[in-house]
């Protein structure tokens, strides 16, 4: 910027005034861009192919697709710590070391979990607080992994993975680590993580009996995380639960406590699984804020 020669015979008192008053409104604003806002980053964890639609208690025809995605998302709180949401389908170790997908039954998986948190800078000891909507296994592949983190779950989902019985979808060695985690057990209640109202734990059983969503609430609007209170979206019209839901006429319940809020605040509903809907969003490194 060129400063005429005039303008320095000015008073200093005035050229402060005259750029003062000017440059305060551009100051304001880049302390209000400066000011860290809540983000979320979305992670690839693999996919589920080749489900049959009976599994779901649909007809072939009566569905689009039964191909699945399997996802996780990080949430970094700009004071508060880091939230975890889900853990993939399989544990990092499991993975080829030169980057080849790694096929399992009907899932494949190319992304560690590790290498996504890596590539934006952090790794599983960055994490403080880890949650899952429910303790099926493609969402505990990592969960051994987060045992330092403060463990966030419903009793009734806990009481199932201690209990030392077999159940379906359930794979005990992917979170036995998590038996001594420091965890904070919830009865049937929501939760808010930060304590600011940003990241809220809703409950939402039926699935799993302590089966859980997350309510984010992000700058530019609030995402709800719905985790497997649906697999597929012809579920939300016709009501229908899979042939392996805990309980359905919870889940019932729990669909309509979930759509009712989804109503009052707004929020985009992330189905945990749906292709669709992921084919629409930017995985890490990019993010939502
Ligand atoms: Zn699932």
Not at 186 to 215: K, M
Request: proline share 5%.
């Amino acid at each position: 910027m060129k400063i005429s020669k005039n303008l320095l015979c000015l008073p200093l008192t005035l050229v402060t005034l005259l750029f003062g008053t000017l440059l305060l409104p551009l100051q304001a604003d880049a302390q209000t861009a400066a000011r860290p806002k809540l983000r979320m980053y979305l992670f690839d964890n693999g996919q589920i192919n080749g489900l049959e639609a009976s599994v779901f208690n649909f007809k072939k025809e009566e569905v689009k697709s039964t191909d699945f995605v399997v996802v996780s998302e990080l949430i970094v709180h700009p004071t508060k710590g880091i939230l975890l949401w889900e853990s993939g389908s399989v544990p990092d170790a499991k993975l080829p070391a030169d980057g080849s997908p790694y096929h399992e039954g009907v899932t494949t998986v190319t992304k560690s979990l590790a290498s996504q948190l890596k590539a934006i800078g952090y790794s599983y000891k960055d994490i403080k607080y880890f949650a899952m909507s429910h303790l099926h296994s493609d969402h505990s592949g990592n969960a051994n992994s987060l045992a330092h983190a403060r463990w966030i779950v419903q009793k009734a989902d806990r009481d199932m993975m201690f209990a030392g019985k077999e159940q379906r979808v359930m794979d005990a060695g992917l979170f036995s680590e998590l038996k001594h985690a420091d965890t904070l057990i919830l009865n049937n209640e929501d939760y808010d993580v930060f304590g600011d109202g940003s990241v809220r734990i809703i409950s939402a059983p039926g699935h799993t009996p302590g089966h859980q969503v997350l309510l984010v609430n992000l700058a530019s609007g609030p995402i709800l995380l719905a985790g497997d209170l649906y697999h597929l979206p012809e579920e939300i019209t016709t009501g229908r639960t899979p042939t392996f839901e805990f309980d359905p006429a919870t889940s019932a319940v729990s669909r309509a406590k979930i759509q009712a809020l989804v109503k009052t605040t707004g929020a985009k509903m992330w189905i945990g699984h749906d292709k669709a809907t992921h084919a629409a969003l930017n995985f890490s490194p990019k993010f939502y804020e």
